[in-house]
């Protein structure tokens, strides 16, 4: 986003370990820290409170716009104000070209991200997702809240926040769908030549000790 004014929120439970990045005027990096989960499953879910309470907090007097992104990932292409909109998703990588039946949508009624087999328009990703901040505050809140109740009836969604992105955003239909080159996993998917660009990158990391612990 050359030429923009740019605010980097970088949420985490280790603030000192944030490296300091010299930066271009008008960006800024703003270290946010949050509190730590011990399963992996709950430090994903707990984005959206985080990024609903500080849509209250501050986002909404900082910034128009926001971005929200897994920080497991590398820019490597153009990333610019092309993806604004007022609510936008994005492709996840591993469904783009799978119909409807393929989607690992959350499939058991008594979640609150359930999803009939006969509905649904894309398969979205978690890690790439945003809007204006009165658009992003109502989604966070909406999925926020969907998570509680179901921990209250003893139910996790399959793919966690994933899920219930998904679920806000077919009733809710983003005015913009970017491209899974805005977020793509090389290791898992190659490179396709039907993609001219991969924008933001999975930076490969070992799923089975990060998740299955
Ligand atoms: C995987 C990805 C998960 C989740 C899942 C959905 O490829 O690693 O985070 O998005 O797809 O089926
Ligand atoms: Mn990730």
Known sequence: MVGHKVNYYVFTDQPANVPQIPLQEGRQVVVLEVRNYKRWQDISMHRMETISNFSQQRFLREVHYLVCLDVDMKFSDHVG????????????????RGDRQSFTYERRPLSQAYIPRDEGDFYYAGGFFGGSVPEVY???????QAMMADQANGIEAVWHDESHLNRYLLYHKPSKVLSPEYLWDEHMLRRPPLLRKLRYVAVPKNHAEIRNR
Do not use: D, K, S
């Open 81 to 96: 104000v092309e993806i604004l909109a007022p609510l936008f998703g994005t492709l996840h990588p591993g469904f783009y």
């Open 138 to 144: 109502r989604l966070t809140m909406a999925c926020h």
